[in-house]
């Protein structure tokens, strides 16, 4: 067995917790580099709205992409799944709620 394929064998509710270790610690060290690039266009983004925001960002992605995960599958079934729904919405408010847009400095002669 492959060691990726051994790691992703170990499920919570049919999703693996590897795919959510890697989400979250890749959003966690990237967190800091996205902050600074919002920054330089005016957007503060705080780090931790950063881990709220990763999976929403990430069934948006696989969506873009056509690459429908377990998740993604699950998320845009209109019949089922109403808890996943209901937490990936709640994440995506609280990403959204820390953002704020930076005034422009004026500098002064």
Not at 6 to 16: D, E, K, M, N, T
Not at 47 to 72: C, D, R
Not at 82 to 94: A, F, N, Q, S
């Amino acid at each position: 067995m492959v060691p990726i394929e051994y790691l992703r064998q170990f499920r919570f509710l049919g999703y693996a917790i590897f795919d959510f270790l890697v989400v979250f610690i890749g959003m966690y060290l990237l967190a800091p580099l996205l902050s600074k690039l919002f920054l330089k266009i005016r957007i503060n983004i705080p780090k931790k709205n950063w881990l709220f925001l990763a999976l929403p960002i990430g069934i948006v992605v696989h969506l873009l992409v056509g690459k429908i995960t377990p998740m993604t599958r699950d998320f845009i079934n209109l019949h089922d799944h109403y808890i996943l729904k209901i937490i990936i919405i709640c994440l995506l408010i609280l990403g959204l709620r820390g953002i704020k847009m930076v005034p422009e400095t004026t500098k002064k002669i």
